[in-house]
């Protein structure tokens, strides 16, 4: 009878720290599926179109305050993106320019260019 306990006992610790170990995997999924969930820019939605944008517009905007990048001939306004940017101020490099290199380079996942079609805002003229 003892033994039976004992071995119960056993079943339900390794139930337990399987739970505890998957509620910890589970937390680090979410913190880190977090720091990838953007807002689109303010004044725009996902979708949203306007423009067509010419480089002198573009150029205008180029302080972390006010951020528009050109990627691939279409213009991104990454204002509200830039703190969140996980390169830090890397971002800011080419802000009212063309930052298609930049943006092409190694350092990005594949999830990055889904993530700046959320900030969008119309073509390059």
């Keep these: ?3 039976t306990n004992y071995s119960t006992m056993n079943e339900i610790g390794i139930v337990v720290i399987a739970v505890v170990v998957g509620a910890i995997l589970a937390g680090m999924l979410i913190i880190r599926t977090r720091q990838h969930v953007l ?3 303010s004044g725009a939605s996902v979708g949203t179109r306007s423009g067509p944008f010419t480089v002198a517009e573009v150029a ?3 302080n972390p305050d006010d951020a528009w990048i050109i ?3 279409k ?3 990454i204002t509200r993106y830039v703190d969140e940017h996980p390169g830090g101020s ?3 490099n080419n802000v009212g320019t063309d930052s298609t290199k930049g943006f092409n380079g ?3 996942p594949e999830t990055a260019r889904n993530i700046l079609s959320m ?3 119309g073509d390059l003229s």
Excluded: F, K, N, W
Aim: proline share 12%.
């Design 106 to 108: 190694p350092q990005h």
């Design 75 to 77: 213009v991104y306004d």
């Design 71 to 73: 990627v691939e001939g």
């Design 39 to 41: 807002i689109p820019p």
């Design 119 to 121: 900030y969008y805002i």
């Design 90 to 92: 890397a971002i800011l």
């Design 1 to 3: 009878r003892i033994a």
């Design 60 to 62: 205008q905007h180029d």
